[in-house]
């Protein structure tokens, strides 16, 4: 067995001492490298600012995973225009009117969204078509400049019922044409988006699907109608 020098474990309980403190001050100051993760991996990240469009329409789809009305809200100018499908309007046994305004809009999603919704969950899908730029009158203002995004839409609105679920199924373009919020900026001090106007391009009047089946096929403007019954 060899021989342990005074120095040697002088050093030893120095070393020792070190460690020991370093765990504490570790522990005190919450960054314990051995203590366990307990960051949750289920927070959602916050939804982007609408310094783009498309980070308008990303607010907008997660307001509807999330069923948040007041995010949906956040999305849409105080003048804001919905304008239903033609089909719609013309159908004979339950025409929608041709559009409402973002009053309407809010009656909607806040029954839509509700604690006591009939609703268990929504997924919306949009996937851009195409873009338009106006510049307006004045090519030195942004104030004026409008962008029209025309998305293809697939939302599910999924509404328990014995036995299965019912899904309230949209699939069609929709047009939604973008403008500066006057009244905001972002936290860095950039221009905000703003929804406009929304136009559901839907041909065909929202119908039930064949029978036996627990998926009805409707245009995005009649879903929103049924949270207004």
């Not at 804001?80 to 309007?89: G, S």
């Amino acid at each position: 067995m060899g021989v342990i020098s005074k120095m040697e474990r002088t050093l030893n309980r120095t070393t020792m001492l070190v460690l020991a403190l370093t765990v504490a001050a570790w522990g005190l100051g919450g960054c314990n490298p051995f203590a366990p993760d307990i960051t949750d991996p289920s927070d959602p990240e916050p939804p982007p600012e609408r310094t783009t469009p498309e980070n308008v329409l990303e607010v907008l789809r997660r307001s509807y995973v999330d069923m948040s009305a007041q995010d949906y809200l956040d999305c849409l100018a105080e003048e804001f225009i919905f304008y239903t499908a033609e089909a719609d309007q013309n159908d004979p046994d339950n025409p929608l009117p041709e559009d409402w305004d973002k009053q309407t809009e809010r009656t909607i999603h806040e029954n839509m969204f509700a604690d006591d919704t009939d609703i268990d969950r929504i997924t919306l899908t949009l996937t851009n078509q195409g873009i338009e730029y106006d510049p307006g009158a004045d090519p030195v203002s942004e104030l004026d400049d409008r962008y029209s995004h025309v998305e293809a839409v697939d939302l599910r609105v999924y509404i328990p019922i014995p036995g299965d679920d019912l899904i309230l199924l949209a699939t069609a373009n929709n047009m939604f044409v973008f403008r500066v919020d006057p009244n905001e900026v972002s936290s860095e001090g950039e221009i905000l988006w703003e929804i406009i106007e929304w136009h559901d391009l839907d041909d065909r009047s929202g119908s039930p699907a064949p029978e036996g089946s627990t998926t009805e096929l409707a245009s995005f403007g009649r879903i929103k109608t049924q949270s207004l019954e």
